[in-house]
């Protein structure tokens, strides 16, 4: 969810830079349709329906591959301005989920700060005793009293930040042509 901020503030520094917000219709993304693929299989994949009843080890094995997939699709675009922030944010992330065995640690305290607890079933981010990688890890949290309070990682502020500046140089510069 902090992903969401990225939207309006890369709409606020568009407007700010002297975009339009019509010129982000000439954005163009090249293998557009793997990222929203990988999206929506996590989406799925976390909801209430799915994560109480996927056996966790395909569960992680899945999160893994539908988080390189948007990888990929992130690096097939690098020549957009703000998608190399998006590839390391990304390449962040994927690190330490796969190496915590398919799950993205947290902590209890970030947990609490969001005002969320554990999770049961299967879920992206879960409390381990001693995480691979933590500085990577979801140690962050959004006060619980900020709407869509959550954990989260460096990673994910990476992929915030590439979003914002993808969305603010999209309006300002028009689309960005195919290689």
């Keep these: 969810m902090f992903i969401l901020f990225a939207i309006p503030i890369g709409l606020v520094l568009g407007f700010l830079m002297g975009g339009r917000l019509d010129r982000l219709g000439a954005l163009r993304f090249e293998w557009a349709w793997l990222a929203v693929a990988g999206l929506f299989v996590q989406v799925l994949l976390f909801s209430p329906l799915a994560s109480d009843r996927i056996d966790p080890r395909w569960g992680a094995a899945i999160y893994v591959a539908s988080t390189g997939a948007v990888l990929v699709a992130v690096v097939r675009n690098l020549r957009v301005p ?41 879920s992206n981010s879960a409390v381990l005793a001693d995480p691979a990688l933590a500085p990577l890890t979801d140690i962050y949290a959004l006060p619980a009293w900020v709407p869509l309070a959550n954990v989260f990682s460096i990673g994910d502020v990476l992929i915030g930040l590439g979003i914002a500046v993808v969305i603010a140089f999209g309006m300002r510069a028009g689309g960005t042509t195919r290689a």
Excluded at 98 to 110: C, D, K, V
């Design 82 to 122: 703000g998608m190399g922030l998006v590839a390391l944010g990304a390449v962040s992330n994927l690190a330490a989920v796969t190496a915590n065995g398919g799950i993205m640690p947290t902590t209890a305290e970030a947990l609490a700060n969001a005002g969320l607890g554990e999770v049961e079933g299967f």
